[in-house]
């Protein structure tokens, strides 16, 4: 498979994304080691989720709900499998969520506008951590705070982040 | 088998992957008090169908146990009631039988007692449909040696005399009938007087003066002077004593329960009998209880 395609919903036309061989997979792995590492060195880095981003990004580019959600099952199982006090599934339910959303949104909307990135990146971050917290509190009965300024500042940061990291990402499209 | 639109196939993989991954935290999960999450929740979603499980089958049960399966009850009933019926009478005649045992364990107690006297046991089998006519039927007759005007007793008392035998029965006019009398005499005192019926459950003494002491309470015996009955013989106990002219009127109560005779013993002698001890005790506690004395008019 070479470069994009347009896929063609209604009168718009949506480009669709192919990656070098291994791209997801590399990014996906080099996000979870940046994210174990990086809130060592930096504690205000821990705002930042960046197997999220990834996960949003790809979804979002590869506009294919089912790749889309069992990329979010796997970055999300291996971030929990990295965190010993977190239980296999916690991130890995709220991930699944996020690709199946992202890649379901952007089969639907031009998301290569870094305004919509921001935008995107900010909500799918506030939605991932409702969706945490609903498995906290209801499935694990363990205590967990919603919507907090905290939150909304963490969700701003991630968009920031998000519009500078998916146009290096955009590196590693095949061009067509 | 309808296959799934292509729009939903990513659906239905979100929804069991979710599923899947929420079954894998219920796995690792294992609350204080509940124990692990996925028993928890296997419980929480298989107990409600085991308790509507339960209640249908109860429910099925409870009717069947409460309708269908009574409908042999009403059969069950009716042969219970009939079994209890039956039993009822059963236990009415064992009762009847050990009264009958005791009545007859009195007679050979009595018969034993009297060994040199003749008599023979009878039934009573009935009595004449007149209702001024006192009688009885016995079930023996002539070829038991019964004859006319042979003394009828029971160990309590005189019940009266045979007026009429047949080959196999015989019967016996009681001492209550208005044409009944013996020869009776006062246990204590020795005074004579026949006693003769009157058609009422109490028989009158006759002949005894009113300057003679006589008192209620006071045990009446047979004399012997009619041929029939041997002396002291238990007639009855003095009731009623009221002066008259020139006799008092004596009424007495029979010794004999002439209401409800079953068995009788018929003497075949006119030997004298000899007291019987229960007779021989109650004389003197019938003297002691006795009233004072009826004065003469």
């Not at chain 1, 609903?134 to 991630?158: C, D, K």
């Not at chain 2, 007149?130 to 019940?159: A, F, H, Q, Y």
Request: glycine letters at 8%; hydrophobic letters at 45%; a positive charge.
């Amino acid at each position: 498979m070479n470069g994009a395609f347009d896929l063609r919903i209604g009168e718009s036309h949506i480009e669709v994304h192919k990656f070098r061989t291994g791209a997801i997979l590399f990014t996906a792995l080099f996000a979870l080691v940046i994210q174990a590492w990086f809130p060592l060195h930096f504690t205000r880095a821990s705002l930042l989720d960046l197997p999220l981003l990834v996960t949003i990004y790809f979804g979002l580019s590869r506009r294919n709900p089912s790749t889309g959600l069992l990329l979010g099952t796997v970055i999300g199982l291996m971030q929990d499998s990295l965190t010993p006090t977190v239980p296999l599934g916690l991130y890995g339910i709220a991930k699944t969520i996020i690709g199946y959303l992202a890649s379901s949104i952007g089969a639907r909307l031009d998301t290569e506008h870094p305004a919509a990135r921001f935008a995107l990146t900010a909500g799918f971050f506030i939605v991932h951590q409702a969706v945490v917290a609903v498995t906290r509190r209801t499935l694990l009965a363990q205590p967990e705070s919603w919507l907090s300024l905290h939150l909304f500042g963490a969700a701003l940061l991630n968009g920031l982040v998000a519009v500078f990291l998916f146009i290096l990402l955009d590196r590693l499209r095949r061009q067509s | 088998m309808a296959a799934i639109p292509s729009r939903h196939k990513s659906l239905v993989l979100l929804a069991g992957i979710i599923l899947l991954q929420v079954l894998l935290l219920a796995v690792q999960i294992k609350r204080d008090s509940q124990g692990r999450l996925i028993r928890t929740w296997t419980v929480g979603a298989v107990s409600p169908f085991e308790r509507a499980g339960s209640y249908v089958f109860g429910s099925f049960r409870d009717t069947w146990r409460n309708y269908f399966a009574l409908r042999g009850t009403k059969k069950d009933n009716d042969d219970l009631r009939r079994e209890n019926d039956a039993l009822k009478l059963r236990i009415a005649q064992l009762e009847g039988k050990a009264a009958e045992v005791d009545r007859l364990a009195s007679l050979l107690h009595f018969r034993q007692s009297q060994a040199d006297v003749p008599m023979v046991a009878a039934r009573v089998i009935g009595r004449p449909p007149v209702n001024d006519s006192l009688t009885i039927e016995l079930d023996r007759g002539e070829k038991d040696g019964i004859r006319r005007d042979m003394g009828v007793i029971t160990p309590d008392g005189v019940v009266g005399k045979v007026i009429e035998t047949y080959p196999h029965t015989a019967q016996v006019l009681l001492l209550t009938d208005k044409g009944s009398g013996v020869g009776a005499m006062l246990a204590d005192s020795r005074i004579q007087s026949p006693v003769g019926g009157v058609g009422e459950p109490l028989v009158t003494m006759k002949y005894v003066p009113n300057d003679d002491d006589v008192s209620v309470g006071a045990r009446v015996v047979t004399s012997g002077m009619d041929k029939i009955f041997p002396r002291d013989l238990p007639v009855g106990t003095i009731t009623e004593i009221k002066p008259g002219n020139p006799f008092k009127q004596i009424r007495v109560k029979p010794a004999a329960n002439l209401e409800k005779l079953e068995e009788v013993l018929v003497l075949l002698t006119l030997h004298p009998l000899k007291q019987s001890d229960s007779a021989a005790q109650s004389a003197p506690a019938a003297a002691n209880a006795a009233p004072p004395q009826v004065s003469n008019p």
